[in-house]
């Protein structure tokens, strides 16, 4: 498990994290915010696991967790009983029973070391009741209890949860940064480090999931064949293919799943995006999908910017329509039916 040094970027949190544990004044309430693969978890659990290490040591700048002593394994293995991790069994909801039972009674009862750790992650997901139970234990709680929030919705708390807890907003990372810590961390291959990071918009979790998920390569590559055959291709057989591109394996639903929905919806606009760029500069020097550059180039001979434009165009009506829950397989149609008449 990760120590302070793999955090990269996000200076604030770490500063303030670090001179909490240096000089012993940690906080009782944090929330992490920041979407979904965005290092949330990674960052609380580093930070739960320096503060319970036994065997601290200052690397580079840092206090470290030393990663070897009992407690450091526990930590790791998730099994430290001083690091509670709030469980729901609703996926919608936290509710006011499993705030009161895993919080607000548990935290009473005194922990093995000087320190008691509660992260709720989907914080967001705590209905009303459940926010004002927690509230009354972050108006008084034991010394030695912390709890961290993680959140992908800031908007979704009462303002007095917001005003008794230290927020820290999750920043956007550099793409060179992300695309360093993929090769030389991750060993990943340069142009698929480069795609990865294209696609993740400042998310570290995202790129690292794009960047080693074979799934995502071959979903790249169908969604640029699919629209490579648009021209020549009976709708009804591309959205049949675009079914099956989108269900995941296994799924007994009919629906695209939403997820890769999006990732769909991306590629083809980088790929759009490589068409415009290939058709300004001629040269494959700045493309994403230079791995496509015959598709591209020939794609590019037949369209015109104004069509280019309309493309674009279409795929963003496509994701708003998505977004406001229309129907995503007839949007969808739709869009292919509108890049089919601008190729
Ligand atoms: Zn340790």
Redesign the pocket.
């Known amino acids: 498990m990760a120590r302070f040094s793999d955090i990269i970027e996000q200076d604030q949190i770490k500063e303030h994290m670090q001179n909490a544990i240096r000089t012993g004044k940690i906080s009782h309430a944090y929330i992490i915010s920041g979407d979904v693969g965005s290092g949330k978890k990674m960052i609380a659990r580093t930070f739960a ?1 320096t503060i319970l ?4 040591q200052e690397i580079g700048g840092y206090i470290e ?5 009992h ?2 394994k526990q930590a790791e293995s998730g099994s430290h009983p001083d690091i509670r991790i709030v469980a729901h069994e609703k996926p919608t909801s936290i509710g006011v029973d499993e705030i009161r039972d895993q919080v607000c009674d548990d935290v009473y009862i005194k922990p093995y070391s000087d320190h008691k750790i509660y992260l709720i992650p989907d914080g967001e997901l705590m209905t009303q009741q459940a926010q004002n139970a927690l509230l009354k234990t972050l108006e008084e709680p034991p010394v030695y209890a912390t709890i961290i929030i993680l959140t992908s919705n800031i908007d979704a708390f009462l303002p007095t949860i917001l005003s008794r807890c230290i927020v820290f907003p999750i920043k956007p990372v550099r793409d060179d940064l992300i695309q360093k810590y993929l090769m030389e961390k991750r060993k990943v291959v340069d142009y698929k480090a480069h795609l990865a990071v294209s696609f993740a918009q400042g998310n570290v979790g995202k790129a690292i999931q794009l960047a080693e998920d074979e799934s995502f390569e071959k979903l790249k590559n169908d969604a640029i064949d699919l629209t490579a055959r648009l021209p020549k291709a009976q709708i009804s057989d591309v959205i049949a293919r675009l079914q099956l591109l989108l269900t995941p394996e296994g799924s007994s639903e009919k629906k695209p799943d939403a997820l890769l929905t999006n990732d769909f919806l991306d590629v083809l606009m980088f790929y759009v995006r490589d068409i415009l760029v290939y058709k300004a500069e001629g040269s494959a020097d700045h493309l994403i999908f230079a791995d496509k550059l015959s598709y591209i180039s020939s794609v590019t001979e037949k369209c015109s910017y104004k069509e280019i434009d309309n493309i674009l165009k279409a795929i963003d009506r496509a994701r708003n329509r998505i977004h406001s829950n229309v129907n995503s397989l007839m949007t969808l149609e739709m869009l292919m039916l509108d890049i089919k008449e601008n190729l």
């Open positions: 696991k290490c036994e065997n601290k967790n030393c990663g070897e002593c407690y450091c």
